[in-house]
């Protein structure tokens, strides 16, 4: 909070496809550290978000990044997804053809020559870091590097890394898992047994992620001796998010419960039960390796939701929706200000 000159001990977690620079903007101006996805957009399109992020705000910001690596893919596997999906294709008649603009791409030197000029605050990563030529690069900035740790195997290697904090991101959160050391799922933890085992081993300051959505829990999360939280569900429904009409329909009525899934992308995130996990399991392996699974939906989740329907859809949640509201995401944050006492 010190050294970005932060009023609230919160960050807003990057949302891509849910939002855009003005949520982040907002959050800024409340005295938060708002964030800035960039895993789904391209080098020019994420320098047109710091530009409008800067033509409104001078606060510190957070630009997010994927650092996977990109796998191998076989058109036997491909085609077996679609086989899947076949059924789902016939019932709206629809054209089966992938749409690979939907790939999700990992930071990069072309990335950050775009960007290098803009000098960001903060970079935040997730599924692990980037190369190290690139990391350097990133911290020859001046930059404040984060990135997310699913256990304190993975917290440990990125202290050693030399990263300024770690995003303790427990089972609970919603979203895309940021897990790099272990595919096991067995091996996600809720996030305050996580968050206690980080703190306790971790020298560099570390952020509580997942299930946080109340001033109930994001003070016991600094009592449990985490220097700030990050939320991300609790601002789904804000003004100033662009969340879909299908998703918000589902955070405010839905009955589901959430689960992991790997269909929408062929990661584990966890989102709000719908009709194409019912119908595949939420965990299916034939859904192909990340980001591959993605391009054979983007039909689907069209057709789907140009009839009011989140079948297809990934109705990313955390497994705590009640702190959503349909505010300013301003006015959300200084209700929980004020409730911690700042």
Not at 285 to 314: H, W
């Amino acid at each position: 909070m010190d050294r970005l000159g932060l009023e609230l001990p919160i960050i807003q977690a990057p949302m891509a496809g849910s939002q855009n620079f003005e949520l982040a903007e907002a959050v800024s101006k409340a005295g938060a550290l708002g964030s800035i996805p960039c895993g789904m957009l391209s080098p020019d399109q994420a320098a047109a978000e710091l530009e409008q992020f800067r033509q409104k705000s001078d606060s510190p910001y957070n630009l997010n990044f994927f650092c996977h690596q990109m796998p191998s893919v076989t058109e036997q596997a491909l085609a077996e997804w679609r086989q899947c999906l076949a059924g789902f294709y016939a019932e709206l008649a629809i054209d089966p053809t992938p749409n690979k603009s939907a790939l999700r791409l990992p930071f990069s030197h072309e990335m950050a020559d775009r960007i290098e000029p803009y000098r960001p605050p903060v970079m935040s990563f997730h599924f692990g870091l980037p190369e190290m030529t690139l990391l350097n690069r990133v911290k020859a900035w001046g930059s404040i590097i984060i990135s997310s740790a699913t256990t304190l195997e993975e917290a440990l290697w990125l202290e050693a890394q030399g990263v300024d904090a770690v995003i303790a991101q427990g089972v609970e959160a919603g979203g895309h898992r940021g897990m790099f050391v272990s595919e096991d799922l067995g091996t996600q933890t809720p996030t305050f047994e996580l968050l206690e085992c980080c703190t306790k081993q971790l020298s560099v300051p570390v952020i509580a992620a997942g299930g946080i959505s109340n001033a109930a829990g994001i003070k016991r999360a600094l009592d449990m001796g985490a220097e700030a939280v990050q939320l991300g569900t609790i601002f789904l429904l804000c003004d100033e998010s662009k969340t879909s009409a299908v998703h918000r329909q589902a955070l405010k009525t839905s009955q589901s419960s959430t689960a992991m899934t790997n269909l929408f992308s062929g990661r584990p995130a966890r989102g709000i039960r719908n009709r194409l996990m019912q119908s595949l399991g939420d965990l299916n392996p034939k859904a192909p390796a990340f980001p591959y699974a993605t391009p054979d939906l983007v039909a689907l989740r069209q057709a789907a939701e140009s009839k009011g329907l989140g079948d297809f859809s990934p109705l990313w949640s955390g497994t705590d929706r009640s702190g959503c509201q349909e505010i300013s995401a301003i006015a959300l944050l200084d209700d929980l200000g004020k409730a911690l006492g700042y």
